[in-house]
């Protein structure tokens, strides 16, 4: 076995040339085969990107080539545009299987949808001197500059390593506990730990990684003598089981969920010092549990906290010394304050960074009031700093990436099927940086900018580093795969409420050559939009049914994001009549946009997740319109679901039970007259297998047919290349049979 130097030098740090193409595919593959092969073509494309001090070396994750789903640790010289490999888990030999990960882990992968294995995220002090990683429980650290690698013994299995500012200390969870261990390896110990076995320290909750964008919860002081660390205790959590039916002998997996309308876990704030200090941080938890942020920047600790209703969000200042807090800035809605992605957060001189939303006027069900642009009467969600609103009206906030001194990097859209990466600072205001039609983000910091578009002529991504002051751009180069098939999307405009929608013709396919029939592929929900400018995985499967003999539409009804706030909150109190309407008006649309091309006799429509929901809603509420229904991962009777995300939109189930009713599926089971293919994952914590077993049995118990597809062993994303590649063909076969294809 290689001693610790000889693992080391076993990672190498030469150079890499950088003008590597994309993989090529297998020639045998099909689509369905390639996107479960290399994980919906994420595998071999530069990832987590973060600028150094100074602003000369970018460090990134990246696998070898569009089909390895071990990721490495790369460095790229922005001057020379030289890559380095610093850490591969193969040489070090710490990878590890999924099914042998620290449960932490696990679970952090599967909410994040981590589709590779190898170093899936890793932290660096101040300067980016000293990167901290996690392989197979184990604590790592590469100096970005040498190149060396070692592994650093640790007393429990690591998650979340995070060096200080200065890069003496590694903070972990491990066992629950948060600890800390020197950059030596000496000195391990718990700042933090568990009271009881239900306790973590470090570690985010439930409804913090899945509905707020809190996918950590420890945070240094710029001086690295104390953390910000959040306490979770799951104890008031209802008690679930998920058991493997295909397993008999193997106990059930219990876990801690915070159903609609019953208890949050407790979570709290404390500042933990490396002397052994403890304080709680202060705050009216019983008018606010939500802990939505948190972050120690060189003004001090703050936080963000959400009351239950989700109406009222204020950010707060920490005192250091003794915990108490004040309110530095407060938002309200009716309905329910969105929680943007990176905020808040403070400039260097402490300007307060934040989001106001500006609702506009109307009728919530006209969506943008005729405007067509996402702007007027849709509302606006504007960047603002110290309170301040600093864009323009129309153009919609979508997630704040960080500062840079005084500058802010954000994304937002001004038309919803495209998301630009925008700057702002007070002498110039808003400017954007991108300027292809597409999806954009991007990480800035001391001058230099790492910018990833996906775009049409880049379906995979490409990630460009710029310089200021003249230097040339330098790319990341990526080894995704190139797809096996090209989509076609034709982007629409449809309906009085111009939704957005996108339609897929079979390769070939002239106008003369009659009517198709028609598969609705859409999400139609809030969080996710599928129709841009840019492809994605979603447009290829969406081309590779067309390309099997239909015409497929896809499309973002109301409260789908990107379209202003009251076109977002436009689905309150109601999930299933506003979305489900958007879909039939945007298909009779569709049809009199393109006379003789749909054949509206044959309507099919599939989904997954809240799509999967929107497909049975379909056939149960208007078979009139909808002859088959292909329902993944449905969530069907929605208290079953978290509290954060489902009483966001449909309020507390004890105070409004007519809003769940009237969305859970069960009462229209008798109805159905369809055929209906549910499929669910036996081991899918986010949406229980309780839903479709539900839905199931209540459609067996009044005498109607349907088909039901288990996944042993999958969660939300089934990630078994077999189980991922079939699945796509067994619904094809279903689809077909159902609307009487050949």
């Known amino acids: ?88 888990p193969a040489a070090l030999g710490a990878d590890r299987p999924e099914d042998e990960l620290p449960e932490a ?82 000195e391990d110990r718990a700042l933090a730990e568990p009271e009881h076995a239900e306790v973590r320290y470090g570690v985010p909750d439930h409804v913090a990684a899945e509905s707020m964008h809190r996918t950590r919860a420890h945070w240094w002081s710029p001086d690295g003598t104390r953390l910000l660390a959040a306490r979770v205790d799951e104890r008031p959590l209802s008690r679930l089981h998920l058991a493997d039916p295909a397993d008999p002998a193997r ?24 002397d052994g200090g403890r304080t709680e941080v202060r705050w009216d938890r019983a008018g606010y549990e939500y802990l939505t942020a948190a972050g120690w920047d060189g003004h001090g600790p703050y936080a963000a906290v959400q009351s239950r209703d989700q109406r009222t969000v204020l950010t707060l200042a920490v005192d250091p010394a003794d915990g108490a807090t ?194 609705l592929d859409p999400y139609g929900g809030p969080a996710l939009h599928k129709v841009t400018a840019a492809p994605h995985w979603w447009d290829l499967t969406s081309q590779w049914f067309a390309d099997q003999g239909f015409a497929v539409l896809a499309v973002d009804g109301r409260g789908t994001p990107g379209r202003g706030p009251r076109w977002e909150k436009s689905v309150f109190a109601d999930i299933a009549d506003p979305v489900l309407a958007d879909q039939v008006e945007a298909l009779h649309a569709a049809a009199a946009l393109r006379p003789g091309l749909l054949d509206l006799d044959r309507v099919a429509i599939r989904g997954w997740s809240f799509g999967g929901f929107l497909a049975a809603l379909a056939v149960l509420r208007r078979p009139d319109v909808f002859h088959a229904a292909v329902a993944g991962a449905a969530p069907t009777e929605h208290r079953l679901y978290d509290t954060h995300w489902k009483e966001r939109f449909l309020g507390h189930p004890d105070e409004h039970p007519e809003r769940y009713d009237a969305a859970s599926l069960l009462p229209d089971a008798p109805g159905l007259r369809r055929p209906l293919l549910l499929i669910q994952g036996l081991a899918d914590d986010n949406v229980l297998p309780a839903h479709a077993l539900r839905l199931s049995a209540a459609l067996l118990a009044a005498g109607r047919p349907h088909e039901f597809l288990p996944l042993v062993g999958a969660g939300h994303s089934p990630s078994d290349e077999a189980v991922a590649e079939h699945l796509l063909h067994h619904q094809l076969a279903f689809l077909r049979r159902s609307l009487g294809i050949a």
């Open 251 to 274: 106990p059930p997996r219990v876990i801690r969920y915070p159903l609609a309308g019953t208890d949050n876990a407790e979570v709290t704030l404390w500042l933990l010092g490396l």
């Open 326 to 519: 004040r309110v530095l800035a407060e938002r309200r809605d009716e309905h329910w304050v969105e929680l943007v992605p990176g905020l808040p957060v403070r400039t260097a001189a402490g300007a307060l960074v934040d989001a106001a939303d500006d609702a506009g006027s109307g009728d919530g069900g006209s969506g943008d009031g005729g405007s067509g642009d996402g702007s007027g009467d849709g509302g606006t969600r504007y960047l603002t700093v110290d309170g301040e609103p600093v864009t323009p009206p129309g153009l919609q906030l979508r997630s704040v990436l960080g500062t840079d001194g005084e500058r802010v990097l954000f994304t937002a859209s001004d038309e919803p099927t495209e998301t630009h990466l925008w700057s702002w600072e007070k002498a110039s205001g808003a400017v954007r940086l991108s300027d292809e039609p597409g999806v954009h983000t991007g990480v800035r910091r001391d001058g230099t900018l790492v910018h990833t578009a996906r775009t049409p002529g880049a379906p995979t991504g490409r990630t460009t580093v710029h310089r200021d002051g003249g230097h040339p751009a330098r790319t990341l180069a990526s080894h995704a795969e190139t797809p096996v098939l090209t989509a076609r999307p034709e982007l629409l405009r449809l309906g009085p409420r111009e939704l957005r929608a996108a339609l897929f013709l079979p390769a070939g396919h002239r106008p003369g050559d009659g009517p198709l029939p028609v598969l």
């Open 1 to 88: 076995m290689p001693t610790e130097p000889e693992r080391a030098a076993a990672a190498p740090t030469e150079p890499v040339p950088t003008d590597s193409a994309p993989t090529e595919p297998a020639p045998t593959d099909s689509l369905p085969r390639q996107l479960a092969r290399t994980r919906r073509l994420t595998l071999g494309a530069p990832a987590q990107p973060a600028v150094g001090a100074g602003g000369r070396t970018v460090l990134f994750l990246r696998g070898r080539t569009g089909d390895d789903p071990v990721t490495c640790l790369w460095a790229l010289d922005a001057g020379s545009g030289e890559e380095r490999l610093l850490a591969d």
């Open 105 to 186: 882990e696990r679970i952090r992968r599967e909410r994040a949808r981590v589709h590779a294995r190898g170093i899936t995220a890793y932290a660096t002090d101040a300067a980016g001197r000293l990167a901290a990683f996690a392989l197979g429980g184990e604590l790592w650290l590469a100096d970005t500059a040498t190149g060396g690698v070692r592994r650093v013994p640790t007393a429990t299995e690591v998650y979340d390593p995070r060096p200080d500012p200065a890069g003496r200390w590694i903070a972990y969870v491990g066992g629950g506990a948060l600890r800390v261990v020197g950059a030596d390896g000496g």
